[in-house]
């Protein structure tokens, strides 16, 4: 495909949840892994790896795991709570979509730290402050390439759930006990359109020159 302005990558990037089976060609996957080495680190340490997942056991795998815990987090959990607003409803809702059907994603790319973040916040900025900027160049990557993507946190290392009834998804990918899995990224050709994602007016969250004074 063309290329993409950087303006359409950034406003049409959504979350897409819903993937066709059509496998990803391994040099986009290749592509969007670069991509994602691109973005900045604290100190330029390049706190990242990558765990690219095809295999369609081993997704199957992560996908229990995934579904285990998002079924009593979200399922049991977030959508049960009597105080939640319909925005929060629509978007956990939506989110119900991964948890019962991520072993269709052709692709899932694993967003790794090559070590344990550590409990103080002041340092643990500088672990997640790395990681999650390659996630994004990722997503936009993909978006290049015509690809859908979805940024999912649970069943990952830093989950508030741990799977019991199926192994983790730290266990599945083998990892290395001071490695930590921080994101999942479902990759596919979306069943949907590209469109902006919901978004609150960038007024509401900006202010000028100092607290207080809104745009």
């Known amino acids: ?43 330029n340490t390049q706190m990242w790896a990558f765990v690219v997942v095809t295999d369609r056991e081993q997704i199957g795998k992560i996908a229990a795991a995934y579904r285990e815990v998002g079924r009593e987090y979200i399922g049991e959990g977030v959508l049960k709570q009597p105080d939640l607003t319909d925005d929060r409803r629509r978007v956990y809702s939506k989110a119900m979509h991964n948890v019962e059907h991520l072993d269709e994603a052709p692709a899932i790319v694993a967003v790794c730290m090559p070590g344990r973040c550590p409990d103080d916040a002041d ?40 799977p019991t009834e199926n192994p983790s998804v730290h ?10 899995v921080s994101a999942l990224i479902p990759v596919g050709y979306p069943v949907g359109p590209w469109g902006r994602p919901w978004r609150n007016a960038w007024q509401e969250s900006t202010q000028w020159d100092r607290w207080g004074s809104r745009a």
Not at 123 to 138: C, E, I, R
Request: no cysteine; proline share 6%; glycine share 6%.
């Open 123 to 162: 340092n643990a900025s500088g672990f997640f402050g790395s990681n999650y900027p390659a996630a994004q160049n990722l997503m936009l990557a993909a978006r290049s390439r015509g690809l859908g993507t979805v940024f999912l946190t649970l069943a990952t290392d830093y989950s508030p759930i741990r």
């Open 171 to 180: 266990e599945v990918l083998e990892m290395p006990e001071d490695a930590t």
């Open 1 to 43: 495909m063309g290329d993409l302005s950087l303006h359409e990558a950034i406003f049409t990037t959504r979350s897409m949840r819903h993937l066709k089976a059509d496998p990803v060609p391994r040099d986009d996957l290749e592509y969007i892994v670069e991509a994602a080495t691109m973005a900045p680190s604290a100190g």
